[in-house]
C-alpha cells in the first residue's frame, strides 16, 4: 500500500450485541434430562446407518470446494488426501450428512460443528497468559451436543491409528474421550453457576481429566507458543522496502502480495470491522497504522477461502497483523433439520462465527471481531496470537487416551455455556453406557473415513481430481 497507508479509523458509536441464554425445556433440567433416555436410550449412539443418497468422497470434496478460490482447491485435495485424519478433518460436511441419520436428545448446544483432535490448542489472552481450548470455530452453529462428540472420539481413533496405536488403544482413546466429557459435565453440574460458567482450562482440568502424562508435552509446546506472536511472524513474512516501509514478501503457495485495488478493499473493510468490537477496543486499534495487504493460505478443511493478514505497526514500529478470514454458511447447516434443529435466519456468517467462539470459549481474543469485503463475510481475529497446537497423530501410542481425556473434558466445559450441564450430565449418567455407544461408533466411522480416503486417493492417482502437494 506504501504512500496510500492509512490510520484505522475510531468509530463514534457501536452496536451493543446481546443474547438471550436459552431457556431450558423443565424447570428440572436433572429430571429432564433422565426422560431423556427414555426417548433416546443411550446404547442407542452406537447406531450409524448409511444415507442412500450419501456422497462418495470425491463428490463431497467437490461439492464443498464449491465457492472457493478454484486455483486453491488442488491444494486442499492434496491436503486431505495424505491421511484418513487429514480426510476427516476436511469432510465436517460429510460427517454432518452422516450424522444427521443418528439418534439426538434434542438437547441444543453452541457447538463448534468440527470438533476434531487437532482444533483445540493453546492461545495467549490479553496479558499474554495461555489457555487451553477449542480454537476453531468455522462451523459453529446451535446443534446437536452429541454431533461434536461423536466427531471428537472418531478423530481420536483416525489420530491414533496414524500414530502406529493399536487398534485397542484406539478404541480406548475413544472410550476415555466420551467418560472425560461425561464426568466434566457431573463436575460441572456440582458447581456454584458462577464456578462453573468461569471454569478455565488450566492444570486443575488436565487433572481432573487424568492426562496428567500430557503436561510435558503441553509445557514444551506452551513454550513454543510464547514466541509464536505477530511481531515474529513480521519479522519473517515482511521486509523493508526501497521507501523504508515494511511490506510482505512472496512465499508461494501459503502467502502472496495482492494488487493495490484488493488491499485496498481489504484496509476499507476495516472500518466495519472496527465497528463490530466493543467501544473500549476502539482508542487501543485507533493507535495503530495500516502498512500492507496480504493472502495467506489457512488450514486443511479451510483451504481456498480467502483470507488475508493485515500488516499494523504502532509508533515504534511495533507490529500487529491481523488476520480477514472469509466466513463461510457452516457446512452443518444443511443438515440441522433432519435432525430437528432450524437453521434460523440467514446471517453474516463472519458474525455468526465470532459470536459462536466467544460463547464457546471462557477467554476469547480481545480483537475479534466481523466485518465484509466486497460482499462477503469476514472475521477478523489476532494472527499468531501466541498460538500452539498439540497433533494428535505424532503423539506417543501411550498419549493417545491421556489426549481424548483432556479434549473430552475441554468440550464439556464449552457446551456448558450454552445448555444447562445438569441436563446433560442426567442424561449421560453416572455408567459408561454413553462411553460404550459413542466409542463404538467412532470405530465405525473412522473405518468408513478410511475407506473414503482411500477413494479420495484412487481418484487423485487416476487423474479424477486434481491434487498438488505444497505447505
Known amino acids: ?43 442407542s449412539h ?5 444415507a442412500e443418497d450419501r456422497p462418495d468422497a470425491v463428490r463431497a470434496v467437490e461439492e464443498s470446494n464449491r465457492g472457493r478460490v478454484p486455483g486453491l482447491a488442488p491444494l486442499r485435495v492434496g491436503r ?50 495461555l489457555v487451553i481450548d477449542l480454537n476453531d470455530f468455522d462451523e459453529t452453529v ?13 478423530s481420536l481413533v483416525l ?5 502406529g496405536a493399536d487398534e485397542d488403544t484406539c478404541r480406548v482413546a475413544a472410550f476415555d474421550t466420551v467418560g472425560a466429557y461425561r464426568r466434566t459435565m457431573r463436575l460441572l453440574a456440582k458447581l456454584p453457576v458462577m464456578d462453573a460458567w468461569n471454569a478455565i482450562a488450566d492444570e486443575k482440568l488436565v487433572s ?17 507458543a510464547r514466541s509464536n506472536t505477530s511481531a515474529r511472524f513480521a519479522a519473517k513474512a515482511t521486509a523493508q522496502s526501497g521507501d523504508g516501509s515494511r511490506r510482505f514478501v512472496d512465499a508461494p503457495p501459503v502467502l502472496r502480495r495482492v494488487s493495490d485495488e484488493e488491499a485496498a478493499a481489504v484496509a476499507g473493510a476495516l ?22 495487504v496480504a493472502f495467506r493460505v489457512v488450514g486443511t478443511g479451510s483451504v481456498g477461502t480467502r483470507s488475508y493478514v493485515v500488516l499494523l505497526l504502532d509508533h515504534r514500529d511495533e507490529p500487529l497483523v491481523l488476520q480477514v478470514k472469509e466466513a463461510r454458511p457452516s457446512a452443518l447447516l444443511p443438515y440441522l433439520s433432519a435432525a430437528g434443529f432450524e437453521p434460523g435466519r440467514t446471517e453474516h456468517h463472519g458474525r455468526r462465527v465470532v459470536l459462536g467462539q466467544k460463547r464457546m470459549q471462557v477467554v476469547s481474543d480481545n480483537l475479534l471481531g466481523w466485518t465484509t469485503v466486497d460482499g462477503r463475510p469476514y472475521q477478523v481475529r489476532q494472527f499468531r496470537n501466541r498460538k500452539g497446537s498439540v497433533d494428535p497423530a505424532a503423539l506417543a501410542p501411550d498419549q493417545i487416551d491421556d489426549y481424548g481425556r483432556m479434549t473430552g473434558a475441554l468440550l464439556a466445559r464449552a457446551h456448558a455455556h450454552s445448555v ?6 442426567a442424561y449421560c449418567g453416572k455408567n459408561e453406557e454413553l462411553d460404550e455407544a459413542v466409542s463404538a461408533f467412532a470405530v465405525i466411522y473412522a473405518d468408513r473415513t478410511e475407506a473414503d480416503h482411500a477413494d479420495l486417493v484412487a481418484a487423485v492417482r487416476s487423474g479424477r481430481i486434481a491434487a498438488e502437494q505444497g505447505a
Not at 159 to 163: I, L, S, T, Y
Not at 274 to 280: E, G, M, Q, T, Y
Open 1 to 43: 500500500m506504501g504512500e496510500h497507508a492509512a490510520r484505522i479509523p475510531a468509530v463514534a458509536g457501536f452496536a451493543r450485541l446481546a443474547t438471550a441464554a436459552a431457556a431450558e425445556l423443565s424447570a428440572s433440567p436433572k429430571k429432564h434430562g433422565k426422560e431423556l433416555r427414555k426417548r433416546v436410550p443411550r446404547s
Open 46 to 50: 452406537e447406531s450409524l446407518v448409511w
Open 80 to 129: 486431505m488426501s495424505a491421511t484418513p485424519f487429514a480426510f476427516l478433518r476436511g469432510a465436517a460436511g460429510l460427517m454432518a450428512h452422516d450424522l444427521a441419520e443418528t439418534p439426538v436428545t434434542g438437547a441444543g448446544a453452541q457447538i463448534c460443528g468440527d470438533a476434531h483432535a487437532a482444533n483445540f490448542g493453546l492461545y495467549g489472552d490479553a496479558r499474554g497468559r
Open 142 to 154: 446451535i446443534g446437536p451436543w452429541e454431533w461434536d462428540l461423536k466427531r471428537l472420539a472418531a
Open 159 to 163: 489420530a491414533g491409528r496414524e500414530a
Open 208 to 224: 481432573h481429566a487424568d492426562a496428567r502424562d500430557l503436561l510435558g508435552t503441553l509445557e514444551r509446546v506452551a513454550e513454543k
Open 271 to 292: 472500518e466495519g470491522y472496527v465497528a463490530s468490537l466493543p467501544h473500549d477496543r476502539l482508542p487501543l486499534l485507533a493507535r495503530y497504522t495500516i502498512h500492507d
Open 420 to 425: 444447562d450441564p445438569r441436563l446433560i450430565a
